[in-house]
Structure formats: C-alpha cells, structure tokens
C-alpha cells in the first residue's frame, strides 16, 4: 500500500517557478515508478512526465519538455517536479500516481494517487 500527498502548488505570476513534490509512504513507493499528471478545468486529466524508480529515466510530454524537470529522492520518498517560466495555460490542478510498471503509458492506470495541488498562473 502506498500513499501519496503533492504539495508546493499556490498562486504564482506568469514566468514564475515553482517546486511540486509528491511525498510517498510505504516502501514500495521505491521501487515504483512516478508519474505527474495535470488537469485543468473543463478539460481530461493530462500526463506530463514520468520517472522510474531510480531516477534513471525520465519521460516529458512534447507539451512541457524544456520548462519541467522531473527528479526524485528515494531516501525522502519524494518525487519534485521543477516547473520553469509557468504560462497561465499551466493553470491545472496536479497529481501524481504510483505503480510498478515500467510503462510509462500504463501509470494512467496507476493504483496510488495523490489528492492533488492546485497550480493558479495569473497573466
């Protein structure tokens, strides 16, 4: 069993920068991979990037690849997801999922998810 809590969201102006971690209990959330996921309002959850369990690996949608850096810490079960320049359209609430797999196409389907936080870009 894993849980998992995201936190470091807020209110921020465009340009700005933020840190999301996603802090996992459990010691399987080590062995698992990690993914971030994004939904805005009125529109379908969205994937946005991806880590395998040793950090090794690392997977970015075409959408945010170059302001998003995923990177995780197994010694503080945490997983940070680094957002640059944010836009208004980052506007989102975010998650993360835990699983086992090694697909990174199947943590949609992820068993373990976090509640959430909420990312608010002005312009």
């Known amino acids: 069993q894993v849980q998992l809590a995201e936190s470091g969201g807020g209110l921020v102006q465009a340009g700005d920068s933020l840190r999301l971690s996603c802090v996992g209990s459990?010691?399987?959330?080590?062995?698992?991979?990690v993914g971030w996921f994004r939904q805005a309002p009125g529109k379908e959850r969205e994937f946005i990037a991806a880590?395998?369990?040793?950090?090794?690996?690392?997977y970015y949608e075409d959408s945010v690849k170059g302001r998003f850096t995923i990177s995780r810490d197994n010694a503080k079960n945490t997983v940070w997801l680094q957002i640059n320049s944010l836009k208004p359209e980052d506007t989102a609430v975010y998650y993360c999922?835990?699983?086992?797999?090694?697909?990174?196409?199947?943590?949609?389907?992820?068993?373990?998810w976090g509640q959430g936080t909420q990312v608010t870009v002005s312009s």
């Open positions: 999922a835990a699983d086992s797999t090694l697909y990174w196409n199947r943590l949609k389907y992820a068993p373990y």
């Open positions: 459990g010691a399987a959330f080590s062995r698992d991979s």
């Open positions: 880590i395998n369990w040793s950090g090794g690996s690392t």
